[in-house]
């Protein structure tokens, strides 16, 4: 349960991944918020400040690639490239959704759907609160995208007990939807089908944003520079103090780890990156905050114990995959042949071993499984 909302957004600096290093940006030069840093992507400094090293750092998709660590000297100036775009451009440039999901495309007369659902139960304390305080934001950024994009419909999604929290009267067509949302990674693409009419099975296109993406338009649509900041929930047994962050993105994780308190337990640790969002395990937590880093879960690592599985089928309706994660523990297990069961599907997200009740790190035994059906049978 979380229950303490801390802000660090002045870190002392700030580390980026670039791809191509732009030859202009030394050590020692000083770079400004919203000034693009590599030559092939659209990596920009999140500080004010200047240019420390180039490291080579894991980021959370475990990848090892260059960073940029840049001294921060809080003084939040802005590249003069953003004070020239108007604030479409601007958005147009530099917004980037936290999710995969997420779009805000630039067609007009098309719907809105923002979803307002918190994360699950451990958050219970806090998301009315912070929605109470977030209301005002939030009209503002959807008055302005209207503005600017002229969308036909605006549909809010939002827990039913917090449905009254937007009574506002806008100047845009709203609809608020209260729903008693069943978590998980298939919530969200649920609501989008039946709003856009079945837009993911046909790709079409549609306008579905998150909070935390509402949140970064409004930093942007406020203060006309990129976003830099990010709402980030840090929980999970393995945390003494599960908090709610307000971060600047490019923080080292290990700054903010003292912050809640450091880790519970000495031993090794299963980071779950966006869990009930789109889940990802990260290997590490040596990396620093990403744009797309909405939530870290961390547990304390299991092994492949098998604890007591209940059989409660849970990892397997949560498996993205559509392989059966429980069968092929029992298999690994049993030593009971594996041929038919797909284990090879599997993308290692990690959500079978996050939504187990029982604890199982259902993960190692499918990743076990995999590599037997590889014929390598020395894990
Ligand atoms: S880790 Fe593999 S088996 Fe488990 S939920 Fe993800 S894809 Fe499915
Ligand atoms: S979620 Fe855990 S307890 Fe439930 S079936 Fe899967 S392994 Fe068993």
């Given at each position: 349960m979380i229950s303490t909302q801390k802000n660090y957004s002045q870190p002392h600096l700030v580390s980026l991944p670039v791809n191509h290093k732009r030859p202009s940006l030394t050590p020692g030069k000083y770079v400004k918020i919203g000034t693009i840093l590599s030559q092939d992507d659209k990596a920009y400094s999140t500080v004010s400040g200047k240019i420390l090293r180039y490291i080579q750092q894991k980021d959370t998709n475990n990848q090892v690639k260059n960073h940029i660590v840049i001294e921060n000297d809080t003084l939040n100036k802005k590249d003069d490239y953003v004070n020239t775009l108007s604030l479409k451009d601007l958005i147009d440039r530099y917004f980037v959704p936290t999710t995969t999901q997420e779009q805000l495309n630039t067609l007009t007369n098309q719907k809105l759907l923002i979803d307002l659902i918190f994360f699950d139960e451990p958050f219970v304390t806090l998301d009315g609160k912070f929605l109470e305080n977030f209301k005002d934001d939030l009209i503002e950024t959807l008055e302005t995208l209207y503005r600017l994009y002229a969308f036909s419909e605006c549909v809010i999604l939002v827990k039913e007990d917090q449905a009254e929290l937007i009574n506002q009267t806008v100047s845009f067509p709203l609809t608020v939807k209260s729903v008693k949302p069943e978590k998980g990674i298939d919530f969200s693409y649920t609501m989008i089908n039946r709003t856009f009419n079945q837009a993911l099975i046909n790709q079409?296109?549609?306008?579905?944003?998150?909070?935390?993406?509402?949140?970064?338009?409004?930093?942007?649509?406020r203060h006309h520079r990129p976003s830099v900041l990010g709402r980030l929930i840090i929980e999970g047994d393995a945390i003494q103090s599960p908090t709610l962050m307000i971060v600047r993105v490019g923080t080292l994780f290990l700054d903010l780890k003292r912050i809640v308190g450091g880790y519970t337990t000495k031993n090794g640790l299963t980071i779950h990156k966006n869990a009930r969002v789109l889940n990802q395990v990260i290997t590490h937590d040596d990396f620093s905050i990403s744009h797309d880093l909405a939530s870290l879960y961390i547990q304390e690592h299991r092994e492949r114990e098998v604890y007591e599985c209940i059989a409660c089928g849970r990892c397997n309706t949560k498996c993205p995959a559509g392989i059966l994660p429980s069968k092929i523990m029992h298999a690994v297990e049993h030593d009971i042949y594996l041929?038919?069961?797909?284990?090879?599907?599997?993308?290692?997200?990690?959500?079978?071993?996050?939504?187990?009740?029982?604890?199982?790190?259902?993960?190692?035994?499918?990743?076990?499984?995999?590599?037997?059906?590889?014929?390598?049978?020395?894990?």
């Open positions: 079409s296109s549609y306008n579905y944003l998150r909070t935390e993406s509402i949140m970064k338009l409004h930093e942007m649509i041929d038919r069961m797909r284990t090879d599907l599997c993308i290692e997200c990690g959500l079978c071993s996050f939504y187990c009740p029982s604890k199982i790190n259902v993960m190692e035994f499918v990743k076990k499984g995999k590599a037997l059906i590889g014929g390598k049978h020395d894990v």
